[in-house]
């Protein structure tokens, strides 16, 4: 008995919290827009034997038929199924860019708060390499760095994505922990002898969750736009089935001039995109269910 009413303890914060996320339309739209890739990049990935083609010149560029199912999509340049590497190159897209959302979040949520609540020459120290780190052109310096590594590891190319993405982050919980410490009830924690430990996590961590969760989603946001920017610029190693790659594959064989290319384009891109879309979307949702001035407007 106390097995089950443990189980539904654990239970019932999760049902909850989908239940207050499909109250938003935005939120509703992009949870499930994330439910559907997390499931392409995992069951879907079952279905790849039935969805694959032999290579052959004559089913190369193909455009999307109904049947048999490996031709929904069309083929790509070599006769496989667009499908099929749609589906192959999921994995990789969602392992790097939520790993590249993690450490940016942790990173820059880590420099904030000791920031914020260190104050004076910590404070001074802190912000004077974040913002030195903010005006160095970051987009470049992942550019290099990755060029270097040249790595198809998830752990590693989101490290090397999350360089510098987490300054702009620290900054704005900086800022959030300066305005907690100036509320009545934190100079009460200080008087009655509270550790650091128990103010940060008891105190203030709590008032930062829904501000943190949804910069973690936007973070993986720019993630999966900077992942899919690097192989698309060819700047990684050769993998077939990767989106960026499919992108820019389909434009150096002329799809942006309207030949069998085209649809080779169409399908990666509406995949980035559509993801792309249903993270913001679920991020301004979840916006919108704790800011009681956005829910009314």
Do not use: C, H
């Not at 969805?51 to 193909?62: A, F, I, M, R």
């Not at 914020?116 to 310096?141: E, F, H, Q, R």
């Amino acid at each position: 008995m106390e097995e089950k009413i443990s189980a539904k303890s654990k239970i019932q914060p999760i049902i909850g919290m989908f239940r207050l996320l499909t109250k938003s339309k935005a939120a509703s739209f992009g949870l499930w827009v994330t439910v559907f890739y997390i499931l392409l990049a995992t069951v879907a990935q079952l279905l790849i034997p039935l969805v694959t083609l032999k290579e052959s010149p004559g089913n190369v560029l193909l455009p999307p038929r109904l049947w048999p199912p490996a031709y929904w999509f069309g083929t790509d340049y070599v006769g496989q199924s667009t499908l099929a590497d749609i589906i192959g190159g999921a994995p990789f897209i969602l392992e790097t860019s939520f790993l590249a959302g993690i450490y940016t979040t942790v990173i820059g949520m880590i420099v904030g708060l000791v920031s914020g609540y260190a104050g004076g020459l910590v404070d001074s120290a802190v912000m004077w390499i974040n913002d030195t780190l903010l005006t160095l052109p970051s987009l470049l310096i992942v550019i290099l760095i990755a060029t270097m590594v040249k790595t198809t590891n998830p752990l590693v190319l989101a490290g090397v994505l999350s360089i510098t993405g987490w300054t702009g982050l620290a900054r704005a919980v900086r800022s959030q922990v300066l305005s907690i410490k100036q509320l009545p009830y934190m100079e009460v924690s200080k008087v009655l002898g509270l550790n650091w430990s128990y103010i940060l996590f008891k105190e203030i961590m709590p008032q930062l969750i829904p501000f943190i969760w949804i910069n973690l989603i936007l973070n993986v946001e720019s993630a999966i736009y900077a992942t899919v920017g690097l192989f698309y610029l060819g700047l990684m190693p050769f993998t077939s089935n990767n989106w960026g790659f499919m992108i820019s594959n389909a434009i150096s064989l002329g799809a942006a001039y309207g030949t069998n290319a085209l649809w080779y384009f169409i399908f990666p891109t509406l995949f980035v995109t559509l993801f792309m879309v249903g993270l913001i979307e679920l991020a301004y949702g979840i916006d919108e269910i704790v800011n009681p001035r956005l829910r009314k407007a």
